[in-house]
């Protein structure tokens, strides 16, 4: 049996099993999930939502429409690069993040 339990919160809704949290929202036409345990529990996972959804509004200029999303995918793949890596938090700083990714060279794009 699976146990399960859903929050809602301002960022998104949060859902917990055992020992692993699943924080997750909905930006347009996409949903975003964030899935972590031990050292990533749902405060810090939401601070992860908060950032990679920041980050794709600014990639798109606006909430994404699915050809949006499908439009900017390399841009966004990039961005989401310099958020986690190796799936650890890496940077969750928008100019930064911005700034890393214009370094990445055109032929990446």
Do not use: H
């Amino acid at each position: 049996m699976i146990l399960a339990v859903l929050f809602a919160n301002s960022e998104g809704n949060i859902l917990v099993e055992q020992s692993v949290y699943i924080v997750y929202t909905v930006l347009g036409d996409v949903n975003v999930y964030v899935v972590g345990k031990d050292g990533y529990d749902e405060l810090a996972l939401a601070e992860v939502i908060f950032v990679i959804t920041s980050a794709v509004k600014d990639v798109c200029g606006k909430l994404p429409t699915e050809r949006l999303f499908l439009d900017k995918y390399r841009r966004i793949c990039l961005t989401l690069d310099e958020i986690i890596w190796k799936g650890y938090l890496e940077n969750t700083d928008k100019d930064r993040i911005r700034r890393l990714v214009r370094l990445k060279p055109p032929t990446e794009f």
